[in-house]
Nanobody, 127 residues
């Protein structure tokens, strides 16, 4: 069983930054590709970013490309989402997710069904 716990959310002004972290409790962390998703009030959950098992492949939603960076530290069993130049439309609950790996550089497509999810962390960006 994989357990994911997100942290790092909060209230920030437009243009600011937050570092979101996802701590994974799993026997062999390196066997999972990881993703970040978000859900704003009244909207469906949407893909934000993903990172492969090796950490060498990443993908981003167009809306965050160039502003957000996903990374992972397999030794610490953590995945980080660095969010910069935040906008009010980035306001949402951010979720970390994990899926068993298909290959070292394999990336789940944005609409892939991840197997494990965290509880989420709230990010609020004021204008």
């Amino acid at each position: 069983q994989v357990q994911l716990v997100e942290s790092g959310g909060g209230l920030v002004q437009s243009g600011g930054s937050l570092t979101l972290s996802c701590a994974a409790s799993v026997g062999t962390f390196g066997r999972y590709a990881m993703g970040w998703f978000r859900q704003a009030p009244g909207k469906e959950r949407e893909f934000v970013a993903a990172i492969s098992w090796s950490g060498t492949s990443t993908s981003y939603a167009d809306s965050v490309k160039g502003r957000f960076t996903i990374s992972r530290d397999s030794a610490k069993n953590t995945v980080t989402l660095q969010t910069n130049s935040l906008k009010p439309e980035d306001t949402a609950v951010y979720f970390c997710a994990a899926v068993p790996v298909r290959g070292s550089t394999w990336l789940p497509p944005p609409n892939y069904e991840y197997d494990y999810w965290g509880q989420g962390t709230q990010v609020t960006v004021s204008s």
